[in-house]
């Protein structure tokens, strides 16, 4: 499929239908290439990792600093370690690699290390971390119901579409109507966070990559980035502005296009909040099982959605959630 054009989708990647299956290509090459070893962040969504152990690439965890980032020295003490190995790295809520960083990734291109760089959150960068591939997932700041690029591949491997694709497009297309029902005071909250979960159970699903959906692309095809990008920022600024009012931080005040990040004491009680109220966050991980129990987990940041079609009431409502479970202490 041709992607000269589309906005956000670099030239000449491939589109598939979600992060996991682009994640899944990039693991196999890595794969063939003969990397056996994994460096990735310990601080991650499970669908980041579990392609490449689907592919027997061992993931090793490493440090990440304040800014949920991969710690510079944490990662050249593994690189001057490792044999075989690829880096993971991801642009959580929007960060981008500082120069120490940026050297240590720089550096092991240098020796031939293979760099992935998940550009999910920081999609409307102006331009991203060192990258032997960039991918994405289309669908966690768009308004599209699937949607993936992934570019570095050698060749543009053949995808067809396939039963839970088309399931979890048509539920997400679902998703999406009962939203805007909702937001219009015609639907509930109840029934639009039915539709997603079946929507997301079909995406975690669907492994085999696949081709992005018609519906998806058409939508994406007339997307205005600029607009978008502005209308993103507009609300993030009008949240923020309720936050401090409230005398709350905003964790990413750089970034906060792809949601505005807060500190609470209990993450997962507000997230349950905003849900009762319709409030879907835009970027939850929780701590995955099985995860080493000397690895610290971030388990008080909650990210509040900015999409253009948040009416100030729902703003308002998510920055109320928040002020009554927010800890003044500073993350990052």
């Known amino acids: ?3 000269c ?3 956000l989708v670099p030239d000449g990647a491939l589109l598939v239908a979600n992060g996991k299956q682009a994640l899944s290509l990039v693991a196999q090459d890595l794969r063939d290439r003969g990397v056996r070893t994994l460096l990735a962040p310990d601080f991650y969504c499970l669908t980041m990792i579990q392609p490449f152990q689907l592919e027997g690439i061992t993931v090793r965890h490493v440090a990440t600093d304040a800014r949920a980032l991969l710690d510079s020295q944490a990662l050249a003490d593994e690189l001057a370690t490792g044999h075989r190995v690829a880096v993971l790295h991801c642009e ?3 960060g981008l690699a500082g120069a120490r960083l940026r050297d240590v990734l720089e550096a092991a291109q240098a020796e031939g290390v293979p760099v992935v760089v998940d550009v999910t959150h920081s999609l409307f960068a102006i331009s991203h ?3 032997d591939y960039l991918v994405a997932s289309l669908r966690k700041l768009l308004p599209v119901p699937d949607g993936a690029f992934v570019t570095g591949l050698p060749g543009r491997p053949g995808v067809a ?3 839970l694709d088309a399931m979890a497009t048509r539920w997400g297309l679902i998703a999406a109507r009962r939203r805007r029902d909702l937001l219009t005071g015609r639907g509930s909250a109840t029934d639009y966070l039915d539709a997603v979960d079946v929507a997301e159970e079909a995406m975690l699903g669907a492994r085999a990559p696949a081709s992005m959906s018609r519906a998806a692309l058409q939508r994406l095809s007339r997307l205005d980035p600029d607009a978008l990008r502005l209308a ?11 936050l401090t009012s409230s005398g709350v931080e905003a964790l990413n005040p750089s970034t906060p296009e792809c949601g505005v990040v807060v500190r609470v004491e209990d993450a997962p009680s507000v997230e349950r909040d905003l849900l009762a109220a319709g409030i879907l ?8 099982p099985g995860l080493r129990h000397h690895i610290p987990w971030p388990t008080r940041w909650v990210a509040l959605p900015v999409d253009p079609d948040l009416a100030p009431q729902i703003l308002d409502r998510a920055a109320s959630i928040v002020e009554h479970a927010a800890s003044p202490r500073r993350s990052w």
């Open 232 to 242: 993103r920022q507009g609300n993030a600024t009008y949240l923020i502005e309720c």
């Open 5 to 7: 054009g589309l906005p």
């Open 1 to 3: 499929m041709n992607t």
């Open 92 to 94: 959580v809520f929007g």
């Open 161 to 163: 579409r396939h039963e």
């Open 281 to 288: 966050c835009p970027i939850s991980w929780p701590r995955p």
């Open 129 to 131: 971390g060192p990258a």
